[in-house]
């Protein structure tokens, strides 16, 4: 079985200090919670987000790649990346795996034992073992990714150079048996939903087998207003503060 996995973060065209300095923490918050959080970076980083742009070839890259699979291949649109977890062991055939994963982070593991975005395939990978079976994997980077790694050498050692690429074209003209597109809230700024919102409707003009959480479609919109409001409400309490 071979998969398609991708992150729309990996096609933000973003440095490492913008990374460090004026992204969220956290993991797997959801589309609510992602416009409180992200409201408030905006309310004081906002010119600085902004910036923040799409790699447009790649962009185009991938929906040729995404246009050029079988019509009926099973496909899914998360927020989360943890969700692939269970679509791919719905389809296991029980063979050797081939997973290749556009994403701004490896996902192979992290600190938390149980299940999310950022560990997935480690338990993919033992689920795997324990059936007897193997994972080929690639990880497609962003430009930035193998900065913003801690102990890269550790994790993927000598074999860093087969497992990371540096773009998809390099899937032109393969097919896949599934395809898995998040949008991983937590680390996409809402200002580049509509490329996602593009992302989608391509997916949806190509395959006849899409399952689509509600809503993912469609841009966020409220962390603008919300921005607005707590700039407000921290210049207010600001002013207080000098009036005292």
């Known amino acids: ?13 973003v440095t490492e200090e913008q990374l ?4 969220p923490d956290g993991v797997d918050n959801n589309t609510f919670v992602s ?4 409201a408030s970076h905006y309310a004081s980083d906002g010119d600085e987000i902004n910036q923040i742009g799409i790699r447009e070839d790649e962009l185009e890259i991938l929906e040729t790649v995404l246009l050029n699979q079988p019509h009926d291949i099973p496909v899914m649109i998360t927020n989360s990346h943890k969700h692939i977890y269970d679509f791919i062991c719905e389809y296991d055939d029980g063979e050797e795996m081939v997973l290749v994963n556009a994403d701004m982070h490896h996902d192979i593991s992290n600190k938390n034992p149980e299940l999310d975005c950022g560990n997935w395939i480690s338990h993919l990978s033992s689920r795997q073992l324990e059936n007897g079976a193997g994972i080929d994997f690639t990880w497609v980077t962003n430009p930035v990714s193998l900065q913003m790694v801690d102990g890269l050498e550790e994790l993927l050692g000598e074999h860093k150079s087969e497992i990371t690429k540096p773009s998809v074209k390099e899937y032109e003209g393969e ?12 680390w996409s700024p809402p200002h580049l939903d509509k490329y996602f919102t593009e992302l989608c409707d391509v997916i949806k003009s190509n395959f006849d087998n899409i399952r689509m959480e509600n809503g993912i479609d469609k841009p966020r ?4 207003s919300l921005a ?7 210049e207010k309490f600001r002013e207080r503060e000098r009036n005292v």
């Open 20 to 23: 460090r300095s004026h992204y």
């Open 1 to 13: 079985m071979k998969i398609l996995s991708i992150d729309f973060d990996y096609l933000q065209k």
């Open 228 to 234: 607005e409001q707590i700039k407000k409400a921290t």
């Open 35 to 38: 416009e409180v959080v992200w």
């Open 175 to 186: 097919a896949f048996d599934m395809v898995f597109l998040c949008r991983s809230d937590t």
């Open 221 to 224: 919109k409220e962390y603008s």
